[in-house]
């Protein structure tokens, strides 16, 4: 295939998978995982994303700065961050239909907070604050989620 029919065959699959979680599920699911190289592979994470990805390992996928972005654990489990300018996370989703948003004045403090689920939200940072170093001693050792 010419390089402008691949990158026309690139854009259509851009344009599929767009919304379409668990990302790497679908693609593989769809057969489309396994006929990408490396290169059109980040290509198309980095588009989906509409910023350049600089990692993507064990279904995890990081942006220039090092932030996890998504993340995908078997199960068809899935959360998406967004971050503004100042590396604070100002969105959340996942794949149980919770959101969160949020809002941060010029010094990095919170001023506007809102879940789709507040009660859910409390329970799960209180599970992850609890178990944090647990967290990121399995990332360290990578142990598959």
Not at 37 to 52: A, M, N, R
Not at 115 to 120: A, G, M, Q
């Amino acid at each position: 295939m010419n390089k402008i029919k691949r990158k026309i065959h690139l854009d259509k699959i851009i344009k599929l998978m767009k919304k379409d979680y668990p990302l790497f599920y679908k693609l593989k699911d769809y057969g489309i995982y396994y006929h990408l190289t490396k290169k059109e592979l980040k290509y198309v994470l980095s588009e989906i994303f509409g910023q350049p990805v600089k990692k993507y390992r064990n279904q995890i996928i990081n942006e220039n700065n090092g932030r996890e972005i998504y993340g995908e654990y078997s199960g068809g489990i899935w959360y998406k961050r967004e971050y503004d300018e100042y590396g604070n996370q100002i969105y959340f989703e996942g794949s149980s239909d919770t959101w969160s948003k949020w809002e941060y004045d010029k010094d990095g403090n919170i001023i506007y907070e809102d879940h789709s689920d507040p009660i859910r939200y409390k329970f799960v940072n209180d599970f992850l604050e609890k178990n944090k170093d647990l967290i990121e001693n399995n990332k360290k050792k990578n142990i598959p989620r």
